[in-house]
């Protein structure tokens, strides 16, 4: 839903395409921080920190109308290696989470509980930091592919996220009309 909601408010021209994803990205990012810091200020009322959790996971689908489909615009060439590379940021801090839980509350306290939830929002909310600072929804220059001394890219088109025709390699085109110029004329049936 969040990704049809972007799109829409892009192609609108409500938001310019980089400001859309750092508005996703916050909510996806900074709503469910806030969460985490919430949790500790209700205590053992269970009910209502299930609640909390349920709504930290609602806005999370707001990635998929922010950097989720930013790999496209960044580098069409390299969207899949640079999904990839933040996937596996994002297992490697998964993974760690729950060692780091298991150290901090080996007494299980709610104090315990409190700094892992603190340091949780802590986490998640330094990468946006980052990404809204150095943010980007342009083409990187890195996503040319060089052959030689002509620059060229991998895909003669390509549809970016904004749903636009992307023609890289006017040289083809060029190269193509010299190859139509210089046919041979066609052998006539007998």
Known sequence: MCAILSHFIKNKGILSTLLCYKVFNTIATLGPAIMM????????????????????????????GGSFINHLDLGPNFAGSISAFVGTLAGIIRFAAPLLANMITEVNTLTAWSIVFYISAAVSAFPLLVYLIFGSAEEQPWNKIFYGDEMETSNEKCVNSTDELVTYNDKLDHFNENIEENKLPAKEAK
Not at 43 to 63: K, S
Request: glycine share 8%; with cysteine; hydrophobic share 60%.
């Open 37 to 64: 810091i919430l949790i500790p200020q209700l205590g053992c009322d269970h009910v209502a920190i299930v609640a909390v959790l349920v709504v930290t996971m609602f806005l999370n689908g707001a990635y998929y």
